[in-house]
């Protein structure tokens, strides 16, 4: 008989491509989840995974299976749900949205967004990157994730919320402090706050490294609101998306270097009963952002 553990390690499995990475996710063993993987394989009468020195990808019957192990995964949250609203009628409520969120995403803006959601529902944050984000919401995780859009992606499950430029974000007495733009060979024997966090670090690295910059480091940190602040108090000069350069800094583009990230909403397709009303909410929180200094809208 399939039980909920084969379920949880397939899925872990599919979303991570590695044995050794899905059991780091699920607090197990290795082997318990190849042991399960095995048995869950005997059980549906097919190879689920193609196993090599380097990767772990689905066979045909584990592509046509996946859908179904995230329909049954959805379905055992919903009646653990269900036991804990019956068992507890006053948490019964909270919480009725679960919104997951990149980590480099600014303060106030964060703020701004969950203060509009507060308002109509009980709020929980959930952190990943956004490859983990859209995993979470293909098995019913989390209801709501705000993070990085592709250029094109659009659908009636997207909300957008804003485009924006990677720009050199510096203390606001910089000797560049004024400049709309400045060439990369303009901040080679600047002091640079690297951080770490960034979804675009290798390609802003490898920018930088072409054109013959390579600076010295005041900071290396995941933390973005202590890279951000030690920008402000003049330790150094980092680059980062527009929306994160705080309160004491100023910005300017970076000549040739034309990198932009657009963010947005994605709902959970299992969300569907407050879809229209979620919706609503989220439009009127980006027309509000549309109109704050540095951010630009995108429809």
């Known amino acids: 008989m399939i039980k909920r553990a084969h379920i949880r390690h397939f899925l872990a499995v599919a979303d991570s491509g590695s044995f050794k990475q899905a059991a780091a996710r699920l607090h197990v063993t290795q082997p318990t989840v190849?042991?399960?993987?095995?048995?869950?394989?005997?059980?549906v009468g097919s190879p689920?995974?193609?196993?090599?020195?380097?990767?772990?990808?689905?066979t045909e019957p584990g592509g046509a299976f996946l859908?179904?192990?995230?329909?049954?995964?959805?379905?055992?949250?919903?009646?653990?749900?269900f036991a804990k609203s019956s068992q507890y009628p006053e948490q019964q409520q909270w919480p009725d949205l679960k919104l997951g969120v990149i980590p480099t995403l600014s303060g106030p803006m964060l703020q701004t967004i969950?203060?509009?959601?507060?308002?109509?529902?009980?709020?929980?944050?959930?952190?990943?990157?956004?490859?983990?984000?859209r995993s979470q919401l293909a098995s019913g995780k989390i209801q709501l994730a705000l993070t990085l859009l592709g250029k094109t992606e659009s659908g009636p499950d997207i909300v957008p919320l804003l485009e924006e430029p990677y720009v050199v974000v510096m203390p606001g007495h910089h000797r560049l402090a004024g400049t709309a733009e400045v060439a990369a060979g303009e901040l080679a024997s600047e002091i640079m706050i690297a951080r770490r966090s960034c979804e675009a670090l290798q390609r802003t690295s490898r920018f930088f490294t072409d054109a013959g910059v390579r600076p010295r480091f005041a900071l290396r940190s995941e933390n973005e609101d202590r890279c951000l602040r030690?920008?402000?108090?003049?330790?150094?000069i980092t680059v980062a998306p527009?929306?994160?350069?705080?309160?004491?800094?100023?910005?300017?583009?970076?000549?040739?270097?034309?990198?932009?990230?657009?963010?947005?909403?994605?709902?959970?397709?299992?969300?569907a009963g407050e879809a229209e009303r979620l919706t609503a909410t989220l439009e009127g929180i980006a027309a509000t952002l549309s109109g704050a200094p540095s951010f630009r809208h995108t429809d």
Not at 34 to 43: G, H, N, P
């Open 34 to 43: 190849s042991t399960s993987i095995a048995e869950l394989e005997r059980l």
């Open 48 to 58: 689920l995974f193609v196993r090599d020195r380097r990767h772990v990808r689905l």
């Open 67 to 81: 859908p179904i192990a995230r329909d049954l995964e959805a379905g055992f949250r919903r009646a653990d749900q």
């Open 114 to 133: 969950c203060a509009r959601l507060a308002g109509d529902y009980g709020v929980e944050l959930v952190e990943g990157d956004d490859h983990d984000l």
């Open 230 to 236: 030690m920008v402000a108090a003049g330790l150094g």
């Open 242 to 271: 527009r929306s994160l350069a705080p309160e004491g800094t100023v910005t300017a583009e970076v000549r040739d270097f034309g990198l932009t990230r657009r963010l947005g909403f994605i709902l959970a397709p299992h969300h």
